[in-house]
């Protein structure tokens, strides 16, 4: 299965122009991508100044940039991954989907809101889940929920051989964490990030960029830089995230011992 991640730096708000930088990209990359991934938030951009703004950006599931990105996914006979500010009646979600020739393959909902996200979006109410594409297990989680091991846990426990990660990256831990994520389920982890700053109402924030994808053994595939616009393909293989026996004698999921772990704080 071929996966390939396009990073850029959207401009907030500039939903047409993003949109038509992106489709540029993907059909000129000549990627030959079973599935294409795209940043969190990929059209819109992500500094939202309040409540308003993010629902006047905001779109239902199969809204207007679905449309374009199933387009997408007809012309390059591919799945695309990506996220984007949904609107579910007077609810907001920052969400992602996975769409193909077919419609909408996937729909999650980011379950860990990052700090200002609170005021706009409401945390996720859908369970995770793992869809198959081109013969790998593919689960979805947003950015934030990098700082959740239990996201991709469970990720994991779903079957997932990629963990699909759409992300706009401000804390400059998560590239490192997903080795660990990787490592700890060994699974594929494919985390999609933009670039660039965003300084609106009173709030700067500059994105990391640091696309990557990571391997079961915790190996870092292939990377893009702190500032560029890029793409980068990858090979993965469902097989190798499968074999959880880690030696002869050690199995990753099989030697763990719930009944000693604790669910949560034990002091509240
Ligand atoms: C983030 O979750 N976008 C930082």
Redesign the pocket.
């Known amino acids: 299965m071929r996966v390939a991640l396009y990073q850029y730096a959207p401009r907030f708000g500039e939903v047409a122009r993003n949109l038509d930088q992106v489709e540029a990209a993907l059909l000129g990359a000549g990627a030959d991508a079973d599935l294409w991934i795209l940043p969190?938030l990929f059209s819109t951009g992500?500094n939202f100044a309040d409540r308003d703004e993010a629902r006047s950006l905001a779109e239902e599931v199969e809204g207007e940039t679905w449309d374009r990105v199933r387009k997408w996914a007809q012309r390059l006979d591919c799945a695309i991954a990506y996220g984007f500010a949904e609107r579910d009646r007077d609810v907001l979600y920052n969400s992602g989907a996975i769409v193909d020739r077919s419609g909408t393959r996937l729909h999650y909902r980011?379950l860990?809101?990052?700090?200002r996200?609170r005021l706009f979006f409401e945390a996720g109410n859908r369970k995770l889940e793992v869809i198959e594409i081109a013969g790998a297990r593919c689960g979805m989680m947003?950015?934030?929920?990098w700082r959740f091991p239990e996201t991709a846990r469970s990720l994991g426990f779903l079957g997932a051989d990629l963990i699909v990660h759409p992300?706009?990256?401000?804390?400059p831990w998560c590239p490192d964490a997903m080795i660990t994520r990787a490592l700890e389920n060994n699974v594929y982890v494919a985390t999609v990030d933009r670039w660039g700053i965003e300084d609106r109402a009173g709030q700067k924030l500059r994105f990391i960029g640091r696309s990557q994808v990571i391997s079961p053994a915790g190996a870092r595939l292939a990377a893009l830089g702190e500032a560029e616009d890029g793409w980068i393909v990858v090979d993965i293989d469902p097989a190798v995230a499968r074999q959880k026996q880690v030696n002869s004698n050690n199995h990753l999921y099989r030697d763990r011992r719930p009944d000693f772990y604790v669910d949560g704080p034990v002091d509240g």
């Open positions: 969190e992500y980011k860990h809101l990052f700090d996200e947003i950015c934030f929920d992300s706009n990256l401000v804390l």
